[in-house]
């Protein structure tokens, strides 16, 4: 998983960083100018490179928290590993023993979200910048039936703070991109990212603390050919599974303990794998900023712009461009004069 590039910070002054001092120059004392002007300089372009650092070490501490937190769940799985083995070789199964294990286990990835501070969500996919997500999807919302038939318009209300409702227009030959990006442009200023999955499927992703108020919340109004006029109707929200489901690990008798026991090494080979994307996003990082001590603020720039570039015109795969879609809502041109004018 690539590390996110470190963002510009406005703090470092156009004045420094072409090496001009502001204050007034005397004829009389030119060297020692010149000297202040490099000083001012070298101190900007150090900040600057501090604060990219620091940013990258806090990706680095959200890896380590959930480095951590997967090393727990796999301690506790290889002793409950360990134990179901041992009783299947047993004449009688040890319930009680089994279930607390059990428990134990349950408690601590239902904590999931707390203890590593949203960065690894319940398929144990990692991210770094903490804002783990829940997929799901919406029944009657499939890519195939929204793409053909009658042009219809969906007007959709997800009762999120601060926002109306969030129309879509399907129907009528509109090819997936389109409808993708549709949903995306309406459905982003409440915080619901949609996208195609490998089959083709409509999915949908929000953050997992907003997925019960939107369970309860989203609904629908149609034009009466897919969904029907007047009155919004509630939309039923299915769940994608989570990577690891303790509640279906049975331990009453010795057919439900090896039943359970196959889960628990499915279960430590998925930990195995996002334990890996972990230590590589983090070695990622770590090179990010060995990279950033050997270079000026404006070699940095350069480079940024230069890999932006070189990334945002490799594909034209429309999931590409939908990653990026997110962190450039609502960046108009005035927006970006008006921060370009505090400098």
Not at 147 to 158: C, D, I, M, P, R
Not at 224 to 252: C, H, M, Y
């Amino acid at each position: 998983m690539a590390a996110p590039l470190p963002r510009l910070d406005s703090s470092h002054k156009l004045g420094s960083s072409l090496g001009i001092n502001s204050r007034p120059v005397t004829a009389a004392a030119p060297a020692a100018s010149g000297e202040l002007a490099a000083v001012r300089e070298q101190k900007g372009e150090r900040l600057g490179v501090w604060r990219y650092s620091t940013q990258l070490n806090e990706q680095l501490t959200a890896g380590q928290r959930a480095l951590d937190y997967v090393d727990q769940l796999s301690g506790q799985l290889i002793d409950l590993k360990l134990k179901l083995s041992q009783e299947l070789g047993q004449r009688r199964v040890d319930r009680d023993d089994l279930s607390a294990k059990v428990a134990d286990f349950s408690a601590l990835w239902t904590a999931r979200s707390q203890r590593t501070g949203g960065s690894v969500d319940g398929r144990l996919k990692f991210h770094l910048s903490q804002d783990a997500k829940e997929v799901f999807r919406i029944r009657g919302l499939e890519l195939e039936s929204l793409s053909s038939g009658q042009a219809e318009t969906l007007t959709f209300y997800t009762g999120a703070r601060g926002t109306g409702p969030a129309s879509v227009a399907v129907g009528g030959g509109i090819s997936s991109e389109n409808l993708l990006r549709q949903f995306n442009r309406a459905l982003a200023p409440s915080g619901i990212r949609t996208e195609a999955d490998q089959g083709g499927a409509l999915t949908f992703s929000v953050a997992e603390e907003a997925l019960v108020s939107l369970q309860s919340k989203l609904a629908i109004r149609g034009g009466g050919i897919r969904f029907p006029a007047g009155q919004a109707n509630r939309l039923k929200i299915e769940s994608e599974a989570v990577a690891i489901s303790p509640a279906s690990w049975g331990v009453d008798d010795h057919a439900s303990v090896r039943q359970s026991l196959q889960k628990v090494v499915m279960a430590l080979e998925q930990l195995e794998q996002t334990r890996a994307a972990i230590s590589s996003a983090m070695g990622e990082a770590k090179l990010a900023i060995e990279q950033l001590s050997t270079m000026d603020e404006s070699q940095w720039a350069q480079s940024f712009v230069g890999d932006f570039n070189g990334r945002f015109n490799q594909s034209s795969d429309y999931r590409f461009f939908s990653d990026i879609a997110p962190a450039l809502m609502g960046m108009t041109r005035y927006r970006v004069l008006s921060l370009l004018a505090l400098r």
